[in-house]
């Protein structure tokens, strides 16, 4: 079975940094993409940031140039680091994980990120 399994969450000051990170087991996704969504109370999952095997990363327009995420393909894992922080980026963060377009995607059970003063 595989599993994705999210840590690093937690309360964070507007303007500050946090990073999380999604462990994946039972499957590598070394030529997959990996990546984040979230999802804020009341409203619906979005996309925050992926990065394929090759090294390419895209990002919702919302969190370019604050959050970077990066992965560790000999370790299956992958990271964000968000920094200068917003209230609106309060939400739980999901990994993600896929072989590619049209292929199976497997999620985590998502970390609580929340911003506030």
């Known amino acids: 079975q595989v599993h994705l399994v999210e840590s690093g969450g937690g309360l964070v000051q507007p303007g500050g940094s946090l990073g999380i990170s999604c462990a994946v087991s039972?499957?590598?996704?070394?030529?997959?993409?990996m990546g984040w969504f979230r999802q804020a109370p009341g409203k619906e999952r979005e996309f925050v940031a992926r990065k394929w095997w090759s090294g390419l990363s895209i990002y919702a327009d919302s969190v370019k140039g604050r959050f970077t995420i990066s992965r560790d393909n000999a370790k299956n894992t992958v990271y964000l680091q968000m920094n200068s922080l917003k209230p609106e980026d309060t939400a739980v963060y999901y990994c993600?994980?896929?072989?590619?377009?049209?292929?199976?995607?497997?999620w985590g059970q998502g970390t609580q990120v929340t911003v506030s003063s």
């Open positions: 993600n994980a896929d072989g590619g377009a049209g292929t199976q995607s497997y």
């Open positions: 039972g499957r590598t996704f070394s030529s997959g993409r």
